[in-house]
Each structure stands twice: as C-alpha cells, then as structure tokens.
C-alpha cells in the first residue's frame, strides 16, 4: 500500500475537538456523545461526518459503511477517521473492512469506562482497537490517546452519563 503521510498534531486536535462538537450535537437529539469524521489524504478536507445512532449504529461504524460506498478503497486506504473515544471492536473492525488506513482518538476505551460504569446503555467490551488491527493482515494505523484532548472528552463523556 502506498505511504500515507501522518497529520500534525495541530490537524488532529482540531478534528478530535469536531468529533466531540459532533458528540454534543447527538447529545441534543438525545443520543449517546459519540462523533465520528472522515478526513481526506491531506489531512484538512472533512469528507463526512456521524453521530451516534443507537447501540448497533455506533458513529465510527455508520460513517465507515456510507465512507465505503461513496469512496474507492484505494482513496480510503490514504484517509483518516477521527473519533473522541477509541472505536469498540465492532467500529475498528469496520473501519478496517472499509479500508480505511488511519484512525485517530482522544480518549480510551478504558478512560470510556471509568466514565460509564456498568451503565446498561453502554456495556463496554474490553477489546481494544490495537487488538482488532493487529489480527488483521493489513496495517490499519491507530493513533491514539491524543493527551491534548483527553480532558475535554473525558469531562464531556463524564457530563453526559452522569446524568442518566
């Protein structure tokens, strides 16, 4: 597969902080604080964007899906998903179905949990994304927890299941 450049840090704190506005935007339609984007090869252009659905249609997984019907996987391969939280492993092994070759989070699934609790609405498996992509037999690059945005994803997770 071609080289696919890495994003500054500067480019993924500014698409991580869009997740989490994308996050509160699903938190005002009542739905869990979950945001996804899709970033094109120069690491700037925004090609799509997901909130969280409901618990089968996670934003990382909903996104990865419409990503794969409108964008080859070569392109995909060159792209980038930015999600707050980690991706559980039905959204890593999405985005690794989908072709997409980088994916980016504040935020662990762990630090997810430490939030969450045993909420009955998010039942967190403990199946890191580092998991899924090193079972696959392609190099899917999983950055992450980016620090300068933990904290503010931590407090707006910590914000919204504190109040359900």
Known sequence: MPDRGRPGLAQMVRHLRRSNEI???AMTRGHHPFGALLVGPDHETVLLEQ???DTVNHAESTLARLAATR????????????TA???CCMCAGTAYWANIGRVVYAMSE??????TGAHPEN??????AQYVFAHGQKAVE???PV?????ETVALQREFWARR
Do not use: K, M
């Not at 762990?110 to 939030?115: I, P, V």
């Not at 620090?147 to 904290?151: A, G, P, Y």
């Open 85 to 87: 939280v980690e991706p």
């Open 142 to 144: 999983l950055i992450g």
């Open 23 to 25: 996050a509160r935007h």
């Open 110 to 115: 762990a630090q997810l949990l430490a939030q």
């Open 51 to 53: 909130s969280n659905i």
């Open 123 to 128: 039942p967190t498996l403990s199946v890191p």
């Open 71 to 82: 964008f080859t996987p070569a392109f995909l391969w060159q792209c980038t998903l930015y």
């Open 147 to 151: 620090q300068e945005v933990v904290d």
